[in-house]
């Protein structure tokens, strides 16, 4: 009977000895989730940590997505994947001030760590945030904002954490992912621009740990990570509800499939009639067809071998945009073998693209199909003609 006693004494000395302990801690770890915006440098959403220190009475923001817009060599750096995003901090209330009037839901998950963890991981921000080490090279997939606090929280806390499968739909490669949000916010043009920049690299499978690159993904991740039987999150909070806003439900007609589209039919038109001065306005259409093409080709080039984006690589886009048509368009009514030739390979070219279209390592976006269409069908004509 005494050693049961004391055995229920000391469970419950201990029990407020730990109680105490984890009390006595007086730091909150926060993973902050804001929700995609209405602009395309906010419609994959954003992520960053809120450290409470009640010792201080500090209650801080941790945001590693910032970099700094007046740097004279700006958009230089930007399009050569030069640009770097550096480590900052602000207060928790302008934090949420500025989400909440962008009208951006925002949410908090408290982070299940121990005294000793939540110190270090402190102390990890405070050295980060010198002038010697705050800053990095940003790269969209790898390493963001996003995937920083990933790496932080995940790998740096000392604990093997498990965390199951989060992606929805298996496989699914980057591409699809970056998809399906520019789709939420219908920016048509935009995903227009991303696939025509970004190459055969973003159509990779990937893993769960990869997905979270999207802070969507990252709050997955961490709702469904464990130490053991212990969950990472501790608690979830909403801290702003965005409100509905009906002017982002709209549908857009200008979309660059029709636009390209309506494009083809009138060229097309324009190639069977015969009025005066329709040999003057094919000859003038072809050669910006072919000049506008040829300098894309010429871009996607550069971006491949003359910056640091590497997710630029490999791209299958310059089967159509060829860079050579930057000189071919100064010859398209030339004589020469040579240059009949040269367009009677881009015809052939085209339709074998069209008719793989679906099938190549790289998904290529579909309201080009009537841009390579087009290409082919001018190609054909002028390698035929006679004038």
């Not at 679906?358 to 290529?364: A, T």
Request: contains cysteine; glycine residues 4%.
């Amino acid at each position: 009977m005494m050693r049961r006693l004391i055995l229920i004494v000391l469970t419950i000395h201990y029990s407020l000895f730990t109680f105490a302990q984890k009390d006595s801690c007086e730091l909150r770890i926060s993973l902050i989730t804001c929700s995609p915006g209405a602009e395309l440098y906010s419609t994959f959403g954003h992520s960053a940590l809120r450290v409470v220190d009640i010792s201080t009475g500090t209650d801080i923001i941790y945001n590693y997505g910032v970099f700094d817009f007046y740097d004279p060599d700006f958009y230089a750096k930007f399009v050569r994947g030069k640009l770097l995003y550096y480590l900052d901090q602000e207060n928790y209330s302008d934090f949420l001030h500025n989400y909440s009037a962008d009208n951006r839901s925002v949410s908090e998950q408290v982070l299940n760590l121990s005294c000793t963890e939540k110190k270090e991981m402190q102390q990890f921000l405070f050295t980060n945030l010198r002038p010697e080490n705050r800053q990095y090279k940003y790269d969209f997939l790898f390493d963001n904002c996003t995937t920083r606090l990933r790496d932080l929280v995940l790998t740096k806390s000392g604990k093997k954490y498990q965390t199951v499968d989060i992606l929805e739909n298996k496989p699914t490669s980057f591409r699809n992912n970056i998809h399906h949000y520019l789709d939420m916010n219908k920016m048509d043009w935009s995903k227009l621009g991303i696939d025509l920049l970004l190459g055969a690299k973003l159509d990779r499978h990937m893993n769960s740990s990869e997905a979270m690159f999207l802070p969507d993904y990252l709050e997955k991740g961490f709702d469904s990570s464990r130490f053991s039987t212990m969950p990472l999150v501790e608690q979830k909070i909403p801290l702003f509800i965005k409100k509905d806003n009906p002017e982002l439900s709209k549908t857009s007609f200008t979309t660059p499939g029709l636009v390209f589209s309506l494009l083809l039919i009138v060229i097309v038109a324009l190639s069977f009639l015969s009025f005066k001065g329709s040999v003057t306005i094919m000859a003038l259409t072809d050669f910006l067809l072919f000049l506008i093409t040829g300098m894309l080709g010429v871009l996607l080039v550069f971006m491949w071998t003359g910056t640091d984006h590497q997710i630029c690589g490999n791209n299958y886009n310059l089967c159509w945009a060829l860079p050579t048509h930057l000189f071919a368009a100064f010859f398209i009514r030339n004589k020469s073998p040579l240059a009949k030739k040269y367009f009677l390979f881009t015809a052939i070219l085209s339709a074998i693209l069209l008719a793989c279209w679906y099938f190549l390592p790289q998904e290529l976006n579909p309201a080009l199909i009537p841009v390579v269409m087009l290409i082919g069908w001018r190609s054909w004509r002028i390698s035929k003609s006679k004038k």
